[in-house]
């Protein structure tokens, strides 16, 4: 496998954003973890019900075990493993090497109440 790709997944999700397991992401700007996709996945919520939805795989080297995003600050997403940077409040291109490639991107919908589906 190509160290630059990161290996395809089938992703499927359904998350009710009205739990109180998801209340961190009511907020402009903030981001959570949640299960699926290679190495789990981010949801960054933007402005108004504009969301980004990204794997925690690192785009650097991803078949590394740690080659895992662990933070998310003011829109910037971290890898502690290489210490490459992230901007998921955009397109998730990498801000600094040495990731070149960004964060692997899911599609999502939102219904009228609230159930966001993250699907590829």
């Known amino acids: 496998m190509d160290s630059s790709c990161i290996y395809p997944f089938y992703v499927n999700e359904y998350i009710d954003l009205n739990l109180p397991e998801y209340s961190e992401i009511a907020i402009s700007g903030s981001a959570i973890f949640i299960e699926g996709g290679v190495e789990g996945i ?3 919520h933007g402005v108004g019900n ?5 794997d925690r795989n690192c785009s650097y080297q991803p ?3 740690c080659s895992v995003i662990d ?9 502690g493993c290489c210490t490459s940077a992230f ?3 955009n397109t998730g291109e ?13 599609n999502w919908s939102l ?5 966001m589906h993250i699907y590829n």
């Not at 219904?111 to 159930?115: D, F, I, L, T």
Request: glycine content about 4%.
């Open 42 to 44: 981010i949801i960054y």
């Open 50 to 54: 504009d969301y980004k939805v990204y």
């Open 63 to 65: 078949s590394l075990s």
């Open 71 to 79: 933070s998310v600050n003011s829109g910037i997403a971290f890898c």
């Open 87 to 89: 901007l998921i409040s």
């Open 94 to 106: 990498a801000l600094n090497a040495p990731a070149l490639l960004p964060l692997k991107t899911y």
């Open 111 to 115: 219904n009228g109440s609230n159930v």
